[in-house]
Structures are given as structure tokens and as C-alpha cells.
């Protein structure tokens, strides 16, 4: 595997297909030490389609986990101010944004989960107001993943790290289909595939989704005039972009008040630094009244606590078992992979862009409309070859979506 030319082709793929950049458009670029080789490529190939300035938000785990474990008490009290105004500013400058992930799956396990659930609901609270920039398309975003070791261990453990570095990126670069001799084409070609997805779906208008398999009995009500979306989408300005590099997904906005049944867990969660793995969750009435998880039950327990909005779901997403992701057979312990190995569901926040005029009326004029509202939005992954997927009309007409993994439309 030649790595530095499959970076570059990496790197043409996020500038031309995951976010369209062109002449007038300014980004920025959230990045970690492993993830600095990829960000110099996309913004040498930005600058070159006429972008004017790139602005950089560097982390690094380390220096994160470090803070958990022995800053004072008072560090997680509040949110700095300044860093809000700062980033909505910066949005409002024209600038786009790539998150280039470099993911740690146990990072905070070392760390106290009363401190962990703090900082998740001041941040929350505190960066809400930049959650509308992307939940509602007003800017181009994309979101990338780098390998790293950390990850590379967690996703291999039986492998050595130079083993397993080789390993996630060849599984990376299948998944994005960098591994294509034209991998834009590919793009091009799997973006009208979902989009014939797409379009069956909206024409169907299903009242209700129903889910069916090992511990999962879910019915899920859909709010009246959504829309499913697929593939590409479009920024305010109508520019096109692609939000998750890569993706599989076609995804919509259930009624937060209509999901009755249970649901089970098909993969573990990797969410902020940890892992929560064999849960379930009972929902009533749109709303989660019962849960349990093998590993993670804490994890859970802060998550729910975020927000009233945090026991709903805010989005529903079909996805193929045969995809390059599915067919890789790696358990990557990354969200943005493995929710598009398998249909998923998110707690939390819903996209504007999953209902007709969402983006016209007040925050409770969409919540009475079956919207849901939250402070956090988190994927999880239900699907399998042995969960089966129903769309069912008013009139009570049955078509099964998915069926053994794979499309049955």
C-alpha cells in the first residue's frame, strides 16, 4: 500500500466531494498531531481551488485527558465565553468546517464519570448556539477519519502497531474507496445509488418504520412531511458537500412522541472517549423509560441526563449490510464507521433538513411537530443480517425495506 499517494487522493476527495470547496469559501480545520500529514494536503489542494484563509483548532489526547484527571475542580464549572463568540464569528466569516478524527475509543476511561458528564452538559449548553451551523446546513461541513494508534489497538488488538496502523488505514481507505483508481467517480456513482433510495422513500411516505429482530420489536412513527436524505446535501448557499466521509446512510426524522417497542443494540458504542456495549433500551410513548448496558451503564446514565431531549430520538437511518464498510468485517469502534456498517438510530438532536419547513418556524413550533429538541446527538447501531425493517403506510400497506442485511427496494 503506497500510503503517502493514497493521503493524496485522500485529501483530493475531502476538497472536491466532502465539502465542494471553491473560490470565496474560507475553512476550518479540526485536527490532532496524527491527523496534521492529511490537513497539510487538503489545505495545500483548498488553497489551490481558491480558498482564502484556513484556520486550524488543534487538540491533542494527551493534553484532554490530562485535564480530566487533574485540573481543579472550577475548569469544568463553566464554558468559556470567549470561545464561543469566537467560533460563531467564525462562521459567520463564510468559514466551512472539517473535522479530520483521529479517534481514541477508551480515552477517558482513566477519568472520573461525574467530571465527564459536567463538562458534556456545560459544553452542551454553552456551544448549542453552533450546533444550528451544521445541524442546519448553514455552513459545508465533513467529517474525515485518520488513523492513529490508539485506535489502530482498539480496533486490532491482536496485531503490533506498525501491523495494525496498516491494517485500519487499508480498511479506511476501502471504506472511502480511495482504493478505487478514480475514487470522485466512485463517489459520483454511490451518490446516485442513494439517492434512488432517497427518492423511493420520500415517495412512499411511510407513517411508521418497524424494526424486528434478536431483543429489537421497535415501531417507530415518523413526523408528518419528513424527508429523507442520502448522499450529498446542500448548504444554505446551495452549495453541495458531503457531511460524512464516508457514508451509506439514508436517514430521516422519526416522531420523538411516536416509538413504542424495544430496541437492542447490534455494536458497541464509542462515545466521547468510551465504550458502552450490550445495551438496550424500552421506549414508551417516544420516550426511553427502561435501560441497561453490559459495559457503559454509567455512560448511559449521564447521557439521558443530558436533557429531556436526550431519552428521544432525533433521527432514523437505513443503511445496506453490503456496503464497503459492512463487507470490510472490522468492528472499527468509531462511530462515523460503524453507524454506516448498519442501520442506527441517534439520541438527541433531529437535522432541519428531515422536515418541510423546519428552518421557517420557532424550536417549539417543530418540537409540537414531533421534532425532537437536545443539547448532545448520538448515533448507535441496530442493525443485522437478522434484523428485518418495514415501512408501513396509513392505510396500513407493508414494504419491507431491509431484509438479511441488504435492500429489498
Known amino acids: 500500500m503506497d500510503l503517502n499517494k493514497n493521503l493524496e487522493k485522500y485529501a483530493d476527495l475531502i476538497v472536491n466531494i466532502g465539502l465542494g470547496l471553491h473560490a470565496g469559501d474560507k475553512l476550518g480545520i479540526r485536527l490532532s498531531e496524527h491527523s496534521l ?38 475548569a469544568f464549572e463553566s464554558f468559556p465565553e470567549y470561545r464561543v463568540n469566537f467560533l460563531e464569528n467564525r462562521y459567520k466569516d463564510n468559514f466551512n468546517v472539517l473535522s479530520l478524527a483521529a479517534p481514541n475509543p477508551d480515552l477517558l476511561k482513566p477519568a472520573d464519570p461525574a467530571r465527564i458528564a459536567q463538562w458534556q452538559k456545560v459544553a452542551g449548553k454553552a456551544n448549542k448556539p453552533l450546533m444550528a451551523y451544521t445541524m442546519q446546513n448553514r455552513v459545508k461541513w465533513c467529517i474525515a477519519a485518520v ?45 446516485r445509488e442513494l439517492k434512488k433510495h432517497e427518492k423511493f422513500l420520500n415517495e412512499a411516505r411511510f407513517d411508521r418504520v418497524h424494526y424486528k429482530g434478536p431483543g429489537t420489536d421497535l415501531m ?16 444554505q448557499k446551495g452549495d453541495r458537500f458531503f457531511a460524512n466521509i464516508p ?3 439514508v436517514f430521516s426524522m422519526p416522531d420523538a412522541d411516536r416509538v413504542d417497542g424495544t430496541l ?60 464497503p464498510i459492512s463487507n470490510t468485517g472490522v468492528l472499527f469502534k468509531n462511530t462515523l464507521f460503524d453507524e454506516n456498517a448498519s442501520c442506527h438510530f ?10 418541510v419547513g423546519s428552518t421557517e418556524r420557532s424550536e417549539e413550533e417543530n418540537r409540537k411537530l414531533g421534532m425532537n429538541n437536545s443539547l448532545i446527538h448520538v448515533d448507535f447501531m441496530v442493525g443485522s443480517k437478522d434484523v428485518t425493517v418495514t415501512g408501513i403506510k396509513e392505510d396500513g400497506t407493508e414494504i419491507v425495506l431491509l431484509k438479511d442485511g441488504d435492500w429489498q427496494i
Open 264 to 323: 437492542r443494540a447490534t455494536m458497541p458504542l464509542s462515545v466521547r472517549g468510551q465504550i458502552v456495549d450490550d445495551f438496550h433500551f424500552v421506549f414508551k410513548d417516544g420516550k426511553v423509560v427502561e435501560y441497561d448496558a453490559g459495559v457503559g451503564k454509567q455512560i448511559l446514565d449521564d447521557l439521558l441526563a443530558m436533557d429531556e431531549g436526550a431519552r428521544r430520538l432525533g433521527e432514523i437511518a437505513l443503511v445496506a449490510d453490503n456496503s
Open 37 to 74: 500529514p492529511l490537513a497539510r494536503l487538503v489545505a495545500k489542494r483548498a488553497y489551490e481551488k481558491g480558498v482564502s484563509e484556513i484556520d486550524l483548532d488543534f487538540s491533542d489526547d494527551s493534553i484532554t485527558l490530562d485535564r480530566f484527571l487533574h485540573a481543579p475542580d472550577e
Open 147 to 191: 488513523a492513529c494508534p490508539a485506535w489502530a489497538k482498539a480496533a486490532f488488538p491482536e496485531l503490533p502497531e506498525e501491523e495494525a496502523m496498516e491494517k485500519l488505514w487499508k480498511n479506511i481507505f476501502l471504506a472511502t474507496r480511495i482504493d478505487q483508481d478514480d475514487p470522485i467517480q466512485a463517489w459520483e456513482d454511490h451518490d
Open 247 to 249: 457514508t451509506e446512510e
Open 346 to 355: 441517534a439520541l438527541g438532536a433531529a437535522y432541519t433538513e428531515n422536515l
Open 220 to 235: 417507530v412513527g415518523m413526523v408528518k412531511n419528513h424527508v429523507w436524505k442520502g448522499g450529498s446535501g446542500f448548504s
